[in-house]
DNA sequence: CTGAAAGCGCTTACAG
DNA sequence: CTGAAAGCGCTTACAG
């Protein structure tokens, strides 16, 4: 079964395949008529370019290459989000979406043969796990890349990602107004530098209504093992801290469900006896019991961003920033209840 | 920055670049001795082929097509398995994997826009909300695809999913060992294929221990509304169901999560006074306040298997049968409890 | 076993 | 504004 090529409309339509090219890619060197000429000739005959063909002597494949460290990295709403907006951006710009995963494969080999087997024009590179190590290495080989919420210094290294130091001030400084001075907080792994943001702007909250800094109020948690650890964490927190916390700080909704059954097991009511914000506004966070006050991110939009930044870097067009911060929002439910009224009662 | 072609490794090896074409591609024909040399020489000079030039020349992309409806269709450990799957087995047969949703684009120019732009061999369909209409367009036009999680009749269509009757029996059947005789049933949408075969599978049980279906005893809930269906769901179960079930058969585990908030809203131990059993063996189903007896899905092996069939297709090789049931299995927690002291106790 | 040649379906200077 | 030609980097009959 023969699909139809420039030639085809070419011959029908009595020109060179070159001028149908010029045509098809709207080329302003081409007269208006010949070209809509051209256009209802490619659409009767259901003409589509041939991609290959295309990447080959234009040398460009127009595609935008996903890596992730492994697939499981998509649990959770967060990255659904990312993705629905790295996918509307190429939509919209008429790229393609190669997905990869670093599972059992070495870095570089992948980067090598994704790029310069001319797949991809440019990557995307959404993961906890790289390192600062790898990226010099991509801008040596002069690879197009921007990293997906993560921030690394550098002027090459192009990042898109949340403002965690402004949401995790947000999430801090609502609790405080609420009148807590003691707040726990479940971090994540603390080397995420999401979770020593969150907790730099944990640290700005507390200054900036000259709290007191209280290291043993900080417990390690996990942002994958959210609930178990959200739950041993808490555990701690209630523990040989004196005065007790009054609210507790977690630093991802699935860390605040362990902290909820940690509460619920201790007979600690929430949010009379502790308040707790999460962090993300999952799907799950508004049917908890009771709904979660959290920091809503902009996962779509930093998707979104992300592409964006990338395309345009293809396409050589300037790009403002190299290193964008989306900002966060604080999402008022029932799980910090309102006013305290007497902070310190409880031990 | 120029790579190095077939060309560089040519002139290098004193060969014509067709002997190293053929030499890299590891065809029988040319000489180990010469193929040794080659290999080399393509190694010291990092070459990597082109993919656009290859696919033009041999009239294959050698990269597989995922459709999703949208990216929210990864929501859930369940897909995200089925990725894994698939990445695997794209991995080891060298394939690319193109990800594309259907969101806010009409089915037909995707497939023809993917299939014709020639940027995939095959595509894998993973979607809900495919129909049985557009399937003969993808025939007709020779398209090669397989359906994931989901089956179809007919010859030409090839589907790869669990095999939800045998675990819809399973779960009942693992009610009826334990005393029940009635049974509720939160049903995903009846217009899904997984939903029909659940609940195939749920009266097959109750037939082989020659236990009656009773109609009222089926709520239909929603697979992706699942905690909020499976709250009024089971609300609805309570009400006027005489005498009442004493266990519950939620369709998935989101579905389980809000029968057990109905529960204990209403004040109706688990598993004491209510049994439930759920479908997935999602990630918090061991995390639920009781542990979740579910149903597992071998999602993995899913995904792997559709590929594997689709990769097959792509390669002319013969495939067994068409279409493909993974079955699977039960997994015991304490939602169930052990025998039913009194089933009928309750009213 | 290897080479020379044609061709895959486009794009893009270069002329005119 | 359009055409003729070269070229993108491979594969694959066809000869020898």
Redesign the interface.
């Known amino acids: 079964?023969k699909?139809t090529s420039l030639k085809d409309i070419a011959e029908k339509a009595n020109v060179d395949i070159s001028t149908v090219s010029r045509a098809l890619a709207n080329s302003p060197v081409v007269k208006e008529e010949t070209k809509q000429r051209i256009f209802a000739m490619a659409k009767e005959l259901?003409y589509?370019?041939?991609?290959?063909?295309r990447?080959?002597a234009s040398r460009r494949?127009h595609?935008v290459g996903?890596i992730l460290p492994?697939?499981?990295a998509?649990?959770g709403?967060f990255y659904?989000?990312v993705?629905?907006g790295i996918?509307q951006k190429t939509?919209e710009s008429d790229y393609?979406?190669?997905?990869?995963?670093m599972?059992?494969?070495d870095k570089e080999s992948i980067y090598?043969?994704l790029i310069?087997?001319?797949?991809m024009d440019g990557v995307l590179l959404i993961s906890e796990n790289i390192t600062i190590e790898e990226l010099p290495f991509l801008v040596k080989e002069?690879i197009n890349f921007v990293v997906v919420n993560r921030f690394f210094k550098g002027p090459h290294i192009n990042c898109v990602a949340s403002d965690n130091i402004q949401g995790a001030k947000l999430a801090t400084a609502h609790l405080i107004s609420l009148g807590h001075k003691r707040i726990g907080f479940v971090t994540g792994q603390k080397s995420f530098s999401a979770s020593c943001e969150r907790i730099e702007g944990y640290k700005q909250a507390l200054g900036e209504r000259n709290l007191p800094f209280d290291e043993s109020l900080l417990v390690e948690g996990s942002f994958q093992n959210g609930?178990?650890s959200g739950y041993k964490c808490t555990l701690e927190l209630l523990l040989n801290r004196s005065p007790r916390p009054t609210a507790i700080f977690a630093a991802n909704d699935e860390i605040a469900v362990g902290v909820f059954?940690a509460l619920r097991d201790k007979n600690i009511k929430i949010p009379q006896e502790m308040a707790v914000v999460g962090f993300d506004d999952a799907?799950?966070a508004a049917?908890l019991?009771p709904p979660l006050t959290t920091i809503k991110q902009y996962s779509y939009e930093i998707g979104f961003g992300a592409c964006e930044m990338l395309i345009k870097l293809l396409n050589k067009e300037p790009v403002g920033t190299h290193k964008i911060k989306i900002p966060t929002k604080l999402v008022i439910r029932d799980s910090c209840g309102s006013k305290l009224k007497n902070p310190h009662s409880s031990k």
Request: net charge positive; proline share 4%.
């Open positions: 079964m699909l259901g589509y370019p041939h991609a290959s063909a990447a080959l494949s595609t996903l492994d697939m499981k998509l649990q709403p659904i989000e993705l629905r996918e939509n393609s979406l190669l997905l990869t995963t599972a059992n494969k090598l043969s310069n087997g001319r797949r002069n609930i178990s059954q799907q799950f049917y019991t």
